[in-house]
């Protein structure tokens, strides 16, 4: 299963110490760059920082080339990157916690 992940998720099971789980249900996890660079971001928690500096073997990193869309634009720019990725790598499933990213097209 391609799974394809925004920060939030992310963030928030690593700071949990849950992101064990991630792997114990999907073999792997794609994230685009922007998405890592958030994660990285100075006001990140220094946690998620240094896990996202030393990323585990199921978790992969894409950069993104598909053309934004305009229903996409009033999404922040990790959110429009994960659902780009999503599209492009055609993924079974998109991790996302926004309201209006999950929204139905």
């Not at 922007?34 to 950069?63: F, G, K, M, N, S």
């Not at 598909?66 to 996409?72: H, N, P, R, S, T």
Request: charged residues 20%; negative net charge.
């Amino acid at each position: 299963m391609l799974v394809v992940s925004n920060n939030s998720p992310l963030r928030y099971l690593v700071l949990l110490d849950c992101v064990h789980l991630l792997p114990a249900l999907f073999a792997r996890v794609t994230l685009p760059m922007e998405v890592q660079a958030e994660l990285q971001h100075y006001r990140t928690p220094a946690v998620v920082r240094t896990w996202i500096a030393h990323p585990p073997v199921w978790l992969d990193r894409r950069q993104v080339s598909g053309i934004l869309e305009a229903d996409l634009l009033p999404l922040d720019s990790g959110e429009q990157e994960a659902i780009l990725l999503a599209q492009e790598l055609q993924a079974h499933l998109v991790l996302l916690d926004d309201r209006e990213a999950r929204k139905d097209g």
